[in-house]
């Protein structure tokens, strides 16, 4: 895991797991969005031992 | 099919805008909802950050967030204007800096276990009391956010249970308080061992938006 890949993570976890969620209307258009984020956190403690470099 | 990037508190330049009565919904119209990809995701940030730069307040929706047309979307808007608006005026000029705090699950074990030390009922209560309290914070890095706290205009904490990664604290911070933050947050950071926090942002408020229905 490199420093691109700890920057790819934090962008998954800000554009996949935060913003406005709105159910009805307006959807998620995307499948797979919740088995993505559960392997988040456990990539971003591997991002750590990248940032200690 | 229209893919939603934002709600902003104004029409941006060189975007495609849909006024829902006052908040504006910054869209593109697409075929299908897209795929996730890196560079889908990274597309969709780049956006949100232009759309940021020309906006006085922007709350941007979660990637993939399609409507089926506009007379749907504005509906939507309606619907929830309230919260929206006082979404949008509480991240207004700001950005947002994110902290991942990384540590030892047997450190924060520890002080879990000295908390439920209680001899009685009532003292029960107010020690769990005190742990959710402290549960919705971060104590393992105290100094840091004692040094922030001048700077922030709102913060967000996350505890996670995963082994090394301890919490992730969202801080809201007026643009023009950013190189502050990053001195005071320099100065803090190595008076928080044995954990460890990485900093990254400026950021549009994803965090913040996905705050405003909770």
Redesign the interface.
């Given at each position: 895991l490199d420093r691109a890949d700890a920057?790819?993570l934090?962008?998954?976890?800000?554009?996949?797991?935060?913003?406005?969620?709105?159910d009805?209307?307006?959807?998620?258009?995307?499948a797979?969005?919740d088995l993505?984020y559960l392997r988040l956190?456990?990539l971003?403690?591997a991002?750590?031992r990248v940032?200690?470099r | 099919?229209l893919?939603?990037y934002a709600?902003t508190d104004r029409n941006v330049e060189s975007t495609e805008t849909i006024d829902c009565g006052g908040i504006f919904a910054v869209i593109r119209e697409v075929k299908?909802?897209?795929?996730?990809s890196?560079s889908a995701?990274?597309r969709?940030?780049r956006e949100v950050r232009r759309i940021a730069a020309g906006a006085g307040a922007i709350?941007?929706?979660?990637?993939?967030?399609?409507?089926?047309d506009g007379t749907?979307?504005a509906?939507?808007v309606g619907e929830?204007r309230a919260e929206?608006s006082l979404?949008l005026a509480r991240v207004a000029g700001c950005v947002q800096m994110?902290l991942?705090v990384?540590g030892s699950r047997v450190a924060s074990t520890r002080r879990s276990a000295r908390v439920m030390e209680v001899k009685g009922g009532a003292e029960y209560l107010a020690r769990r009391r005190a742990a959710l309290a402290r549960e919705a914070s971060a104590a393992e890095i105290a100094p840091v956010l004692e040094a922030v706290a001048p700077l922030i205009r709102g913060q967000i904490v996350e505890r996670?249970e995963?082994?090394?990664?301890v919490a992730?604290v969202y801080h809201l911070v007026k643009g023009e308080r950013v190189g502050a933050y990053d001195a005071a947050f320099g100065g803090a950071a190595p008076a928080i061992a044995p954990f460890?926090v990485?900093k990254?942002g400026p950021?549009p408020p994803?965090?913040f938006?996905?705050e405003?229905?909770s």
């Open positions: 920057s790819l934090e962008l998954v976890d800000h554009v996949l797991n935060k913003g406005v969620l709105i009805g209307e307006v959807m998620l258009g995307v797979g969005v993505v956190s456990a971003l403690c991002a750590d940032m200690e | 099919m893919y939603v709600l299908r909802a897209p795929q996730i890196e995701m990274r969709h940030d709350l941007p929706m979660r990637f993939g967030s399609v409507a089926a749907a979307l509906r939507m929830r929206l979404g994110t991942r990384f996670h995963v082994l090394g990664l992730s460890r990485a990254s950021w994803y965090a938006a996905a405003v229905f």
